[in-house]
């Protein structure tokens, strides 16, 4: 069971950091950055993990396994706020959905249903 529990905390501590980047994913993806969107959802997945678990038991040995997805998640997070720092500073805001170039407009009066 001690084993369990100091495991446990190791892998599980980096838990709270993946709403935020799936959060990120969500967002970008409903507002048309699906370049962000996928960048954060690959590193997440393809990059990080693989990276983390091939490097650092052989830098740190193998008890470090138990960290990887963590810091996995904690790297992830940090890719998201780069990218969302980056976008501010460059002024470039996601497109409106209801302007000309990005769909419809929608009136209030559209929401009164007839009879």
């Known amino acids: 069971m001690d084993f369990t529990w100091r495991r446990s905390l190791l892998y599980f501590s980096g838990f709270f950091l ?5 959060l990120m994913i969500s967002y970008w993806q409903s507002t048309q950055c699906t370049g962000r969107a996928l960048a954060v959802s690959l590193s997440r997945s393809l990059l990080w993990p693989p990276v983390l678990t091939l490097l650092l038991p052989l830098l740190l040995g193998r008890e470090a396994l138990w960290v990887c997805h963590s810091l996995a998640e904690v790297l992830t997070a940090g890719t998201a706020l780069l990218l969302l720092r980056r976008g ?27 009879r």
Do not use: C, L, Q
């Open 88 to 114: 501010h500073r460059s002024g470039h805001a996601p497109p409106d959905a209801f302007s000309a170039s990005g769909g419809a407009r929608i009136s209030p009066s559209s929401y009164i249903p007839t």
């Open 18 to 22: 993946s709403g935020f980047s799936i």
